[in-house]
């Protein structure tokens, strides 16, 4: 890509269910990138509530897609099978990006060529909306953290694909999976110093309403370490 | 050579001091009650056992563990709340010969496990949630021959696992878990 070349389309897959209490803001924090062109996929899985008026309300570059509730991991996938970019974003519906979240991470890829996905750091926060209560029960980590998760990744559209999908049995931890396959599969990563996602605390985050799922994290860890093993042709795989 | 002294022998506890080699070193001084009760460290702490190994996972360190063989078997005896001296009877009865070898091995094990914050010693939370809660209780059964249970750790996830969202705490504060019955 040459400094004179249009700007590369970045497709921003918006997964939502139920959120219309900070699905707004998500999209307004995409809508205040100062990159374009942008296309922003907001995927309604099957909402009760007014997540998919919100988003309709929009119009271009804002596309809404529907479908039954499936998981996160199904409505991401229905996003990025309809999406056009040279680079693929996501972003938790109740998370914000900052202004120049990717300007910063495109201008990293196209410095190094051989980095297919950059990552950032994230800064966690309490919902203002939260009651003192329920605020008191959410631990939020002091400071940014190095943040290897899909609302903080920029990647190349066929570095993605080169991966494949997000695995849809999974209820939660199905980026812990990607991320695994990604590693296996070589893709190159870079996690940016710049603190680029503000990570939204609030009582209905999905790990702590699908605590239940949590087995999945296990199941994810474990395809992990076998496909380790096969690569290296052995059981012993300890870092 | 190895001169193995029982210095104390009381009615629940044994003090086990290891004379270490002819020139005198001393090993560990290990300390295990029969009494005492482990408990997993629920809700951070979660396990899984998939095709014979366990995956244990720790949201509070973001660390991975992989526990096969005899570990498993452990972990198992662990969840449904063994105390130490049983699962050492167990293990003393399964494997005769290894008398020695179990009191240092088994007290590294349950170090390991307690010093990763997989285990604590029951009482510390008096009301955590049952077995129930723990989800699929391990069902490996004890090995035909002995060999030291091992932990295998991994942090290359730490940074997604630590950003699990929501850790409940309790009046205490961040890492103690807050229990139904606290709430």
Known sequence: MTVDSPAPLVSVVIPCYNSERYLCAAIDSVLAQNHRPLEILVVDDGSTDNSAKLALEYGAPVRLLSQSNQGIASARNTGIKVSSGYFLAFLDSDDLWSEDKLTIQKKALEESPDIDCAFAHAEQFHSPDLARGERDKIFCPPGPLPARLASAMLIRHDAFMRVGLFDESLRVAEFVDWLARATHANLHSVVLPDVLLRRRLHGSNTGSTLRGARPDYARALKAALDRRRSATGSSSDEN | ?183
């Not at chain 2, 390991?112 to 997989?118: G, N, R, T």
């Open chain 2, 1 to 183: 050579m190895i001169r193995f002294v029982d210095s104390l022998v009381r009615h629940r506890t044994v003090d086990i001091i290891h004379f270490g080699t002819q020139w005198g070193s001393w090993r560990n001084v290990k300390r295990m009650s029969n009494e005492t009760t482990y408990r997993i460290n629920i809700p951070n702490v979660t396990s899984e056992e998939i095709d014979g190994e366990v995956i244990i996972v720790n949201l509070l360190n973001g660390n991975y563990y992989s526990a096969v063989d005899l570990a498993a078997h452990l972990w198992g005896r662990l969840q449904r709340g063994y105390s130490v001296g049983r699962i050492r009877d167990e293990l003393l009865t399964q494997f005769t010969e290894q008398g020695e070898s179990i009191d240092v091995d088994l007290s590294d094990f349950l170090s390991k496990l307690e010093s990763e914050a997989l285990i604590v010693k029951e009482g510390r939370h008096e009301t955590l949630n049952g077995p129930a809660e723990q989800g699929n209780l391990v069902e490996i059964e004890i090995p035909d021959s002995y060999s030291a249970p091992l932990l295998s750790c991994y942090s290359d996830m730490q940074d997604l696992l630590l950003l699990d969202p929501v850790h409940d705490v309790a009046d205490v504060g961040w890492p103690t878990a807050k229990t139904d019955a606290d709430k």
